[in-house]
């Protein structure tokens, strides 16, 4: 390999939380111990060791970490480490940012999307691989917007579904069962299964007297947001 890493062995002490002792050989290791270096180091298991971030491994090291962070802590690893953040691009430092939402365990990650930018090492590109994880490379100049499309997409997404049922709570409406999530999950079904025509809704119709009657019911704020979002893809 010629992208100057080296895949030294680093031995660490026992690691409770991942049920299992590093006292082996381990390909890398992860620094960051939020919920995404947990669910990636659950998922390696004893592949990997996984330490506090202010930690000093040897060999190969991937930046679990918050993207304020990586910027100083790549400058402690030069040509020896891999971030994890989406929209920082850091010159001489690759990046493989998982595109997926991670709560701290290991998952089914079959298919999901890796963003490769720079020289990530084989190694660690067959690591993710094994996880199911597709990578594809992402120019640099296009990380921003990438990260953007998965904002709109995880978090301001999370943040409709949170805020219409916190809508209907202040008015004493409490859904039963799963509440608003059962259509959430059929919406996604559908955009899966048939891309746009999968849409629903009084937008996708043209029903004007339904979209007007639905705006004027919610605050001002969010009433912006209805229309916008509901013209979004006019």
């Excluded at 100057?4 to 026992?14: M, V």
């Excluded at 890398?28 to 669910?39: K, P, Q, V």
């Excluded at 802590?73 to 691009?89: D, I, W």
């Excluded at 301001?156 to 409406?173: F, K, N, S, Y």
Aim: charged share 20%; glycine share 12%.
């Amino acid at each position: 390999m010629d992208d100057g890493f080296t895949l030294t062995a680093y031995s660490q002490q026992t690691l409770p939380q991942l049920g299992h002792t590093v006292g082996m050989t381990t390909e890398f290791t992860i620094l960051g111990r939020g919920r995404t270096g947990r669910a990636l180091a659950e998922a390696w298991g004893p592949r990997v060791a996984l330490l506090d971030h202010g930690s000093r491994p040897e060999g190969l090291v991937l930046l679990a970490v918050p993207d304020r962070a990586v910027p100083e802590m790549a400058a402690q690893f030069p040509g020896r480490c891999v971030h994890l953040a989406g929209s920082l691009h850091l010159e001489g430092v690759p990046c493989a940012h998982p595109l997926t939402s991670f709560d701290g365990r290991a998952r089914d990650w079959s298919g999901t999307p890796l963003a490769i930018t720079g020289a990530v090492p084989d190694d660690l590109r067959r690591a993710f691989g094994d996880l199911g994880f597709a990578a594809f490379d992402l120019p640099a100049e296009l990380k921003p917007l990438y990260h953007a499309a998965a904002v709109l997409t995880s978090g301001h997404a999370a943040t409709l579904w949170l805020g219409a049922e916190a809508l209907l709570r202040a008015q004493g409406v409490a859904l039963p069962g799963r509440g608003l999530l059962p259509l959430a999950e059929a919406t996604l079904r559908n955009v899966s299964a048939h891309g746009t025509a999968g849409r629903t809704g009084p937008f996708e119709r043209g029903d004007e007297l339904t979209i007007a009657r639905d705006a004027a019911a919610l605050p001002e704020s969010w009433r912006e947001i209805f229309l916008r979002l509901g013209h979004g893809l006019d």
